[in-house]
């Protein structure tokens, strides 16, 4: 079955960095688009990005610019390469099989951004 396993979230203060990996397993990686989603505190899952199987991308608004997602099909790792980090982007952050909020997602990884 289709698992995945996200990890690297953290505190980091404002304007800091982090990147987040995913482990997937249980289904052709390589042949899946992926995407990043969050939910922050009180409020709805956003989706914040996706990867198609070859590899052009997309973003919401609210992370274009600062967040930058990649793959690495050798070993089935989705990662999200977060920068320039803002009090608003403290959320739960979901990888998930698919492109766009409504496929199989992990456990989550907590990001909280202090001032």
């Known amino acids: 079955q289709v698992q995945l396993v996200e990890s690297g979230g953290d505190l980091v203060q404002s304007g800091g960095s982090l990147r987040l990996s995913c482990a997937a397993s249980?289904?052709?990686?390589?042949?899946?688009?992926m995407s990043w989603l969050r939910q922050a505190p009180g409020k709805e899952l956003e989706w914040i990005s996706g990867?198609?199987?070859?590899?052009?991308?997309d973003y919401a608004n609210s992370v274009k610019g600062r967040f930058t997602i990649s793959r690495d099909n050798a070993n089935n790792i989705l990662y999200l390469q977060m920068n320039t980090l803002k009090l608003e982007d403290t959320a739960v952050y979901y990888c998930?099989?698919?492109?766009?909020?409504?496929?199989?997602r992990g456990q989550g990884t907590q990001v909280t951004v202090f001032s």
């Open positions: 990867i198609t199987d070859f590899g052009p991308t």
């Open positions: 249980g289904f052709i990686f390589s042949s899946s688009a």
């Open positions: 998930a099989k698919g492109w766009g909020p409504d496929g199989t």
